[in-house]
C-alpha cells in the first residue's frame, strides 16, 4: 500500500516531509567526509580552501592553511574529510630494501645555509612526522640523512624518497644506493662533500669523533668535520653511507714484505715535534700520529694506512748488491749504474765493473729516509759519487798492471774506504769486490803476448818435467820386467858358483889324475924316447949316419904318401915354350880331373 503525501499542501505538510528524508540526509553527509586509508597506504590531505594563506615560498601547511598539509592520515578510518573542502591523495608506503639505502629531497623547509650542500638532520622520525620536520628547523633541499632498509610512511608532499628503483630518474646510478662495502685487505680512503672548508696549509680534514664513521653525517658536521680529502678511513666491513656526503675509494692495505721495513712519511696529523735529539743534525723524525716521518717504522704484515695522506717508503733490511756494471739486480736500484771509467797514472783509460754490498737496519732506516728521502735518492746521491770518486781518485796513483796485480789490495782499501763514508748516513757497509778489469787493448795485446810466452815456457817445463818422469817410469818399469831376471841371474850365479866349485874340485882332481897320468906317459915317452934313441945308435953304428937317415925319409915317403915326381915337368931348353906348355899341361889335368869327377857322381 502506497500512501501518497502531497509536498505543496501548506506549511505543515511540507515540514512532515522534511523530516521524513533529513536523517539519509545526514548520513550521506556524514559518509561523503569519511575517508578509509589502508594498511600499505598514507593519506596526503590537500586542504581546498581556508581562511588562512600560506607564506610565501611555503609549500606545506602547519595551521591549516590551503594546500599541502603536514600532517598525513594513518591506516583507519578518518571522519570530517569532506571532498568539497578536503582532497585525500592515498600513496603507497616507502619501501627500502635489504642491502640498499634512500635518499631523501625535501620540498620545503628552511634555507639552506650558503657553507653548506645538504639539509641537516633533525628528529622527525626518519622523515616520517614531516610537522617535525617543519618546526625543528628542517632545512629544503638534499637531506643529509638517508632511510635504511624498511617500511617508512613518508608524506610524499614534501619528501621525494629516491632508491634504486628511482636512481635513474635522478640523474644517478642505481649502484650508488648499494650498502658501501669495504672488501677485506681493503681501506676506504674518505673524501666528504659537506663540511667546512680545509684550514690552510692542510690536505686533509683532521679526524673526528663520533660520526660512526661517517654514517652519521650530521655528528660529523657538529664536530667540525672538514670537506674534501679525510685523514680516517674506512676498514673492512659494510656501510650506510649517504653518497651525496662521501664518497669512498678502496685501496690495498699497505704490505711490508718480509725482509723489508716501512718507513711512514705523514703529510697530516699532530703538530710536528722533532724527536730525532741533536746528535741527529739531518733530517727531523716524530712520533707516530705526527707530521713529518715516523721515528718508528711499520714491520712486516699489512697496515691500513691512509696512503693519500701517507707515503710509505719500502726500506730493504737484508744486504743490498749494487752493481756498477751491465748486469742489475732484480731490486732495479742499480738500473742506472754503470762501469766506472779511471784514468791510471799512466795515462791509460779502462773500465772497472764493481759490485757493492750494503745494508741499512730497521732502526735506522727511519733515519737513512730522512736524510735522503728514498731508497733510490740513496743510491743515486750518496753511494754513486762516493764509490766512483774513489775508484777514479785512487786510480791515478798507479799504472793499469799495477792496478791489475794488486787488485786484491785496492779491494781492500776500497771497502775500508767506502765502510768510513757510508757509516756518516747510517748505511752499513758490508764489502766492496772489483769485477772485471777492461784495460786498453793494445796494452792488452802485448801482456798477453807476455803472458802466452811464459805460459808456453812453462808448459815446456812441464813437458820436460814429465818427459823426465816418464823416463824414470820407463826405467822402473824396466827394471821391475828384469827384476825375476835378476832373481833368477842371481840364482843362477849362485848355482854357477856352486858348479865353478864342483868344477874346481873335480878339475882339481881331474888334474891330479892328468898329472899322474902325464907323469905315466911321460915315462912312457921317455922309455920309448929311450929306446929310439938305442935304435938310432945301433942303427947308425950299423948303416951309418947318411944310410940309417935315408933309411928314414923312404920310410916317411911311403907311409906318408909323398910324390917325388911332379904331374908336369917345364925344362928350359932352347927354342921351346917350357913356361906355356906348363900351363897349358895344367889345366888339361885339371879338366881331366873335373871329368873324373862328374862321372863318378
Known sequence: MTTNIPLAIGWGSFDVAWYWWLPGLIILTLLSGLVLIRERQVGIVIKRFSGKSLAPGRLIALDGEAGY??????????????????????????????????????????????????????????????????????????????????????????????????????????????????????????????????????????????????QNAQAFLDGGGRRGLQEQILLSGTWNLNPWFVQVEQVPMV???????????SFVGMAHEDVSGIEFKHGDLVNTGHKGVWVTPLYPGKHPLNTRVMKVELVPTTNIVLNWASRTESHNYDAKLS??????????????????????????????????????????????????????????????LDFLSARS????????????????????????????????????????????????????????????????????????????QVVGAEQGVNIAELKADAGVKQA??????????????????????????????????????????????????????????PDVSVTGATGGNGLVDGLLGVMLRSQHQEGSSAQKN
Not at 757510508?422 to 793494445?442: C, F, S
Request: hydrophobic share 40%; proline share 4%.
Open 69 to 214: 598539509q603536514a600532517d598525513t592520515l594513518a591506516p583507519g578510518l578518518h571522519f570530517g574529510y569532506w571532498p568539497w573542502q578536503y582532497r585525500v591523495l592515498k600513496v603507497p608506503v616507502t619501501v627500502v630494501p635489504q642491502g640498499e639505502i634512500a635518499l631523501v629531497l625535501a620540498a620545503d623547509g628552511a634555507a639552506m645555509p650558503s657553507e653548506h650542500i645538504l639539509g641537516k638532520l633533525v628528529d622527525s622520525d626518519k622523515f616520517q612526522d614531516a610537522r617535525k620536520f617543519l618546526l625543528y628547523g628542517g632545512e629544503k633541499g638534499r637531506q643529509l640523512g638517508i632511510l635504511t632498509a624498511g617500511t617508512y610512511r613518508i608524506n610524499t608532499a614534501l619528501f621525494t624518497v629516491i632508491t634504486s628503483w628511482s636512481a635513474s630518474d635522478n640523474g644517478m646510478a642505481p649502484e650508488q644506493f648499494l650498502l658501501q662495502r669495504v672488501e677485506p685487505d681493503m681501506v676506504g680512503i674518505v673524501t666528504a662533500l659537506d663540511g667546512r672548508p680545509i684550514e690552510a696549509g692542510e690536505i686533509a680534514g683532521p679526524v673526528i669523533a663520533g660520526h660512526e664513521n661517517f
Open 255 to 265: 704490505h711490508i714484505p718480509i725482509g723489508y721495513v716501512g718507513v711512514v712519511i
Open 339 to 400: 762501469s766506472i771509467t779511471v784514468r791510471s797514472q799512466d795515462g791509460f783509460a779502462f773500465n772497472l765493473d764493481v759490485s757493492q754490498i750494503i745494508h741499512v737496519g730497521a732502526l735506522d732506516a727511519p733515519k737513512v729516509i730522512s736524510r735522503v728521502g728514498s731508497m733510490q735518492n740513496l743510491v743515486d746521491h750518496v753511494l754513486q759519487p762516493i764509490v766512483g770518486n774513489y775508484f777514479r781518485n785512487s786510480a791515478q796513483d798507479f799504472t793499469v
Open 409 to 484: 789490495q785496492r779491494q781492500q782499501e776500497a771497502a775500508g774506504h767506502i765502510r768510513t763514508a757510508l757509516a756518516a748516513y747510517d748505511v752499513q757497509a758490508i764489502d766492496t769486490l772489483i769485477g772485471d778489469i777492461n784495460p786498453p787493448a793494445e796494452l792488452m795485446q802485448t801482456q798477453t803476448e807476455r803472458k802466452i810466452a811464459e805460459e808456453q815456457r812453462k808448459t815446456y817445463e812441464v813437458q820436460e818435467a814429465a818427459q823426465v818422469q816418464r823416463q824414470q817410469l820407463v826405467r822402473q818399469t824396466s827394471l821391475a820386467d828384469i827384476q825375476q
Open 508 to 565: 882339481t882332481g881331474e888334474a891330479e889324475s892328468t898329472r899322474l897320468r902325464a907323469l905315466g906317459e911321460a915315462e912312457a915317452i921317455r922309455a920309448t924316447g929311450s929306446a929310439k934313441a938305442e935304435a938310432y945308435r945301433v942303427g947308425v953304428e950299423s948303416l951309418g949316419a947318411q944310410g940309417y937317415t935315408v933309411m928314414q925319409l923312404m920310410q916317411i915317403v911311403g907311409e906318408r904318401n909323398v910324390r917325388i915326381v
